[in-house]
């Protein structure tokens, strides 16, 4: 599906639950307003009869679909894929609003015939207004957003984060989509199908890459029960489990190569930058420092206790 020689695209929202209805609007709003002729927009309900008649109802003339797959998002993700026609597949959280050019910014790294995927850039929406003083920007990936150490716009990624990221359709219907052996169900803080994904489309084609879009931003809803040390325990724990999934199912080699990076070069810097706040009369700096020191054992110890599944060559 291909208009006036440019590639359409087909943004895919998956969403399980009411409480996040008015995000949801709002966010289908925004996209509404970037497609191109040719273009579309899919919303991807999980499971969730009461939601799927609302939305149904809400958004007429968009294509509205129950998962069919197995619940969770891989599985009303690869819905979405099912059900795409556009050239390039977008995917946007349901909690997440896109800023003016997202699509656009998405959209431009595809005339490369090697990018595979597309990473979009991701900015945290605190309710409340701002970001608890204790937490650590190194970890903004724990509310689904961008983090230090993360590379430029136009650079190489492993993989995108998921709250905004677009993949070419056919190579990812090819590997035969999202996993379903990693990845979030309901509210628990799993992840790593973006991951997994990512790797299995570098496996089939070793010249592919995955590159970073900043020049279009969404806006991540981080709301106050997330904003706890207990949730920030909690999702860095899950992601040491998921990863060790990850790692069981392509290899430690691939599943832990960023990570290498992030643990040994990000995060020591990280806790040098803001224990040496503290000299600036910013006394957060040390609670900074400890979450940092916290989070990394918290999610070395859920990979350590997880069980592995064999891994797939």
Known sequence: MTVAGNLSVSVVICTYTERRWRELQAGVAAVLQQLRPGDELVVIVDHAPD?????????????????????????ARNTGVDVAEGDIVAFLDDDATPGEGWLESLRAPFTGQDVLGVAGRVEPAWEGGRAPRWFPPEFGWVVGCDYVGLPGGGEQVRNPIGASMALRRLPLEAVGGFSELVGRVGTLPVGCEETEISIRLAKADPSGRVLRATGGTVHHLVPRDR?????????????????????????????????????????????LKHLAAIGTGDVAGAARAACIVLGLLTTAFGYASARRPRSVT
């Open 227 to 271: 904003q706890t040390v207990r949730y920030f325990v909690s999702r860095c724990y899950h992601e040491g489990r998921s990863k060790a999934v990850l790692s069981g199912l392509v290899g430690t080699e691939l599943g832990l190569a960023s990570e290498r990076t992030y643990a040994t070069r990000t995060l020591p810097l990280g806790m």
């Open 51 to 75: 939601v799927l008649g609302r939305a149904r109802l809400a958004f007429p003339g968009i294509q509205v679909e129950a998962n069919t797959h197995g619940q969770g998002l891989s599985g």
